[in-house]
Structure formats: structure tokens, C-alpha cells
């Protein structure tokens, strides 16, 4: 794990999305479609408004990216209805207000069964990219150390598979769907923040958690800790 410090969030969110947008350079410069993972909350707000200015700053001084796709895959989803103020994905698509017409959002299921709603995802994006890898993965670190819906002590770090049904989170609502350890390491750049003073513990002990786990699982790239706090002196 690489990890960059600095107290401004302004600048971490910033330089995340300066990361994404160039490994869509990369896959749109190769003549494929860039496949991306995105997360929820205040820190995915902005990264998702920081990542929308910079691919449409990006189509206007490249001319030949007009008609090249993106692909934007959720890290998990809150298992409600679209129009549920508890959906994350209805925020983040809400956030690319710039470049809605070269995008294609991969969204969970909103009713039916739960597992049969992972199993779709799943199925959506083994059809999609098969064992590719996604070309960036965002995430963010929550206070008990958990990211996307891999939570400490609940999730199993050996699963196969690209996505799971989630019958327990800690944090309501308790029905989920995640994309899995084993899909979310098979990244090509990884960026995970852990902003403000809430997540110094969990920074402290981050290699024992779901990310030190992710870290591990990752053999492409390197996998970016974005935080404000000081980086531990070991991992």
C-alpha cells in the first residue's frame, strides 16, 4: 500500500480523479471502453463532480475520444428502490451532469430477491468484462474500517465470486449488494480514502481489515491510501 498524505481534501479528491481520468485515457487510447468502480457518501460526491469536470475538460481537447464509453460499476448498493433517498447510486449519476451522453451506469437491482439481485450484477458484469480488470476502483474507508459493504468481521476474505448479497450491515439499511474482495482487487489503480480524525484507529490497524485483505488481493497495481491524517509508520 501507497499511502498520500495531505490536509487538504480538496486536493486528495483532486488528485484521485486526475488518476481515473488518465486510465480512461489509457483504455480509450487502446480503442476499448474504460470500466471504472465508484463509491457512496460525502467523499464519493465529490470525487464523482471532481471526475465529471475532468472527462469533459478531457472530450474537448480530444476530439478523437467522441464516442469512446465509459462504464461505471457501484461498489455496493443500499438493496431499495431507485427513487429511495437511502440509494446511492441516484446521488452519484446525479453528480456527472456534464457527460451523461458517453456514460453507461451499471446499477443493482432495486426489487425481487436479494441474492437473485447480486446474482444479476454478477452476471452483468462478468458479460461486460469478463476477468478484465476494471481500469480504477474508488472507494472510501468508513470508521470501523470497512469499505464498499466488506465489513470487519462479517465478510469472508476467501469468497469467489464478483459480487455478494450483504443480510447484515452494521449500517442501516441492513440489505446490500457488494461487489466482492476478490473483483474489487482486480483493479488496475486502486484509490481508497480515509478522510478526517473519524478513521485514525481504523487507519492504525488498516492492515488486519477489509483493506489490508484488498491489498493482498491486488496484483496489478498499486493501491493509493488518500488521507488527510498522518500515514502510519508501518502497514
Not at 452494521?170 to 473483483?183: G, I, N, T, W, Y
Not at 493501491?223 to 488527510?228: A, N
Request: proline share 4%; net charge negative; glycine share 8%.
Amino acid at each position: 500500500m501507497n499511502y498520500i498524505s495531505d490536509p487538504s481534501d480538496e486536493s486528495l479528491v483532486g488528485l484521485c480523479a486526475s488518476g481515473v481520468i488518465n486510465a480512461v485515457t489509457d483504455a480509450w487510447s487502446a480503442r476499448r471502453a474504460a470500466h471504472i468502480v465508484i463509491t457512496g457518501g460525502r467523499t464519493g460526491a465529490a470525487t464523482v463532480k471532481a471526475i465529471d469536470q475532468a472527462l469533459f475538460r478531457l472530450l474537448r481537447l480530444k476530439r478523437a475520444f467522441e464516442g469512446c464509453m465509459l462504464h461505471i460499476w457501484f461498489s455496493d448498493e443500499r438493496f431499495t428502490t431507485h427513487d429511495d433517498p437511502d440509494r446511492i447510486d441516484t446521488a452519484l449519476i446525479a453528480g456527472f451532469g456534464l457527460c451523461k451522453s458517453q456514460i453507461v451506469f451499471h446499477r443493482v437491482d432495486e426489487s425481487g430477491e436479494l441474492a437473485v439481485a447480486a446474482a444479476n450484477y454478477a452476471a452483468e458484469l462478468d458479460s461486460e468484462i469478463g476477468n478484465r480488470p476494471f481500469d480504477a476502483v474508488v472507494l472510501s474507508m468508513g470508521e470501523d474500517g470497512h469499505i464498499a459493504s466488506l465489513f470487519p468481521g462479517l465478510f469472508d476474505p476467501g469468497f469467489t465470486g464478483s459480487t455478494l448479497a450483504v443480510h447484515n450491515s452494521p449500517k442501516a439499511p441492513s440489505l446490500r449488494v457488494s461487489l466482492s474482495l476478490e473483483r474489487l482487487a482486480n483493479g488496475l489503480h486502486i484509490y481508497i480514502f480515509a478522510l478526517g480524525e473519524g478513521k485514525a484507529a481504523a487507519l492504525s490497524s488498516m492492515a488486519t481489515g477489509p483493506v489490508g485483505a484488498l491489498a493482498k488481493s491486488s496484483l496489478i497495481g498499486q493501491l493509493q491510501i488518500l488521507t488527510d491524517l498522518s500515514a502510519p509508520t508501518s502497514n
